[in-house]
């Protein structure tokens, strides 16, 4: 089995920062991409941002040149450093990692428990 952890979130004021943080552990042969979505209270899930193993980055348009998202391929982890937040950010913050188990076997999609992020105005 794979699992994942957040930790990182909490309450803050508008401006200020986080740094979230997602580790994988359990049987891991490869992580191609690992992401980052959030869920605020009456609303969809949605992406915040994605990295490949390669490093190769995608935001959403609401969180560019405010978030920036990066992994450390060695310890299985994915970060999230949120900077000059704003109450809209206020959501349950969710990792997620794309797992292949064994070499030649299939890929699949792990969640971790989420971490709520609570920005104050």
């Known amino acids: 089995q794979v699992q994942l952890v957040e930790s990182g979130g909490g309450l803050v004021q508008a401006g200020g920062s986080l740094r979230l943080s997602c580790a994988a552990s359990g049987s891991i042969f490869s992580i191609n991409l690992m992401g980052w979505y959030r869920q605020a209270p009456g609303k969809q899930r949605e992406l915040v941002a994605t990295i490949t193993s390669g490093g190769t980055t995608n935001y959403a348009d609401s969180v560019k040149d405010r978030f920036a998202i990066a992994r450390d391929n060695a310890k299985n982890t994915v970060y999230l450093q949120t900077d000059s937040l704003k109450p809209e950010d206020t959501a349950v913050y969710y990792c997620?990692?794309?797992?292949?188990?064994?070499?030649?076997?299939?890929?699949?999609?792990?969640w971790g428990q989420g971490t709520q992020v609570t920005v104050s105005s």
């Open positions: 997620n990692a794309y797992v292949r188990q064994l070499r030649l076997g299939p890929t699949q999609i792990y």
